[in-house]
């Protein structure tokens, strides 16, 4: 079958690629983890923490720069005071919507318990705290809500890949979804995308009224994945502040500058790199009819999976084809599971899959609805997190020499596709 379809795009040609630097605001933290060293010494919410309490450190699943290195400085500071912090991963359904799955996770992102110097507690079980209104369920990691003192949540601030609201991914979040584990996402989700900016913060408000959830640490990053805000929010300020880190969120996202292009490439998807394998913010292709923005693309290919996503391949439904090797390197069940529990199916089905790279690339050019394919406007990126340094097509080099945030810095050439059709990474 592979050979009938490397027939039916072997003819299409690649163009050419020329590496160009995209130039956006990069402030940023000159020290971040000292930053967040000294709010914690300072900041009026941390005081609530007393010597002998058994902390919650609530970490999730994504990729926030030196994520690592800011829960260790928490789990620092919180023993220079006497508690006896431990890690929860609070990340919904990710890790494959199990316990060891969800520690697995952490280790990936740097956060052993020999590395952490504190025990990480993962459990599945929840227990239910109370019922919204509308009658959704409100649940809380059964660890967290009865055997700690104490909560401290941390995460990153930036746009939600599938709703918009004065509250998105954040804080609010972390607690109600990512504390709630896979029943609480499952029950966030249950009314769908369309009520999501309501029930995030109504959920969030029920677990700090109930839970000794003392105060986040918010992170913004700019357009570099780099920390360029660190706060420590306690809970009486922490949602009206949230809506304004989001703001400046929003403000300092990257982008592809080209409005509108035939063919975007994208080298790796995964959960570290977004909820959605890759940011739709960046590519302009949502999940769901409630959120909006970017870029006008005709056709998406995915190429591979990043090994912390730990198989877990959501959003390869989104895109229009991939490759045998992500399909290979996908836990399907765990994907499946995203699904089932965001009740967002579309983005993990298996998109059209080609057996390499190279077939893959000329599948997406055959299909772009271009009289000649030589002229496609194509563009490849490592990731949606890393978009400083990215490839053109030659054909959009005029336009990238007008442009006044980008440089050019290379000459066109060739894909280096090896034997078997793959790109090097």
């Known amino acids: 079958m592979s050979d009938i379809l490397r027939q039916l795009v072997q003819h299409v040609p690649i163009p050419k690629m020329v590496k160009i630097r995209q130039q956006f605001d990069d402030t940023r933290l000159p020290d971040p983890i000292a930053e967040l060293r000294a709010q914690l010494h300072t900041a009026e919410a941390v005081r609530h923490i007393r010597a002998g309490q058994k902390v919650a ?63 990480i507690r993962s459990s599945m079980e929840v227990v239910e705290l109370d019922r919204l209104p509308n009658g959704l369920p409100v649940y809380c990691d059964r660890i967290a809500a009865e055997e700690a003192d104490a909560i401290v949540v941390i995460n990153r601030i930036k746009p939600h890949t599938a709703f918009r609201g004065p509250i998105e991914s954040g804080l609010l979040k972390m607690i109600a979804i990512g504390l709630g584990k896979q029943k609480g996402a499952e029950a966030c989700h249950q009314l769908g995308f369309k009520y999501m900016a309501d029930n995030v913060p109504a959920m969030a408000r029920v677990m700090i009224g109930k839970l000794p959830i003392v105060f986040g640490v918010a992170v913004v990053e700019n357009a570099y994945d780099q920390i360029c805000r660190i706060e420590v929010l306690g809970t009486a300020i922490m949602e009206e502040r949230e809506q304004e880190l989001l703001a400046e969120a929003k403000r300092r996202l990257p982008s592809i500058l080209f409005p509108e292009l035939e063919v975007l490439v994208i080298d790796y998807i995964g959960k570290n790199i977004s909820g959605d394998g890759a940011d739709p913010n960046i590519t302009g292709r949502y999940p769901t009819p409630y959120a909006h923005g ?58 059209t899959t080609l057996e390499s790279d190279r077939d893959a690339i000329q599948a997406a050019i055959k299909t772009s609805n271009i009289l000649d394919y030589t002229t496609v406007r194509l563009i490849r990126i490592r990731d949606t997190l890393h978009l400083g340094e990215i490839e053109i097509s030659e054909t959009l080099l005029a336009e990238a020499r007008r442009h006044p945030q980008i440089e050019v810095i290379s000459e066109p050439c060739e894909l280096a596709f090896d034997a078997d059709g793959f790109l090097p990474k």
């Open 294 to 351: 970017g870029p006008d693309i005709n056709k998406i290919v995915v190429l591979d999976l990043t090994p912390e996503s730990k198989g877990n391949a959501n959003g390869v439904g989104t895109a229009d084809f991939t490759t045998s090797r992500l399909v290979a390197k996908a836990d399907w069940p765990g994907t499946y599971a995203n699904g089932l529990t965001s009740t967002v199916c579309a983005p993990t089905k298996q998109a």
């Open 57 to 119: 450190v609530a970490v999730g699943s994504r990729g926030i720069s030196r994520i690592d290195e800011l829960t260790k400085a928490v789990v620092d500071e919180l023993k220079r005071l006497g508690a006896e912090p431990f890690l929860v991963p609070c990340m919904g359904s990710h890790g494959g919507a199990t316990a060891e799955g969800q520690r697995e996770v952490l280790a990936h992102l740097g956060m052993d318990e020999q590395r952490m110097g504190c025990p």
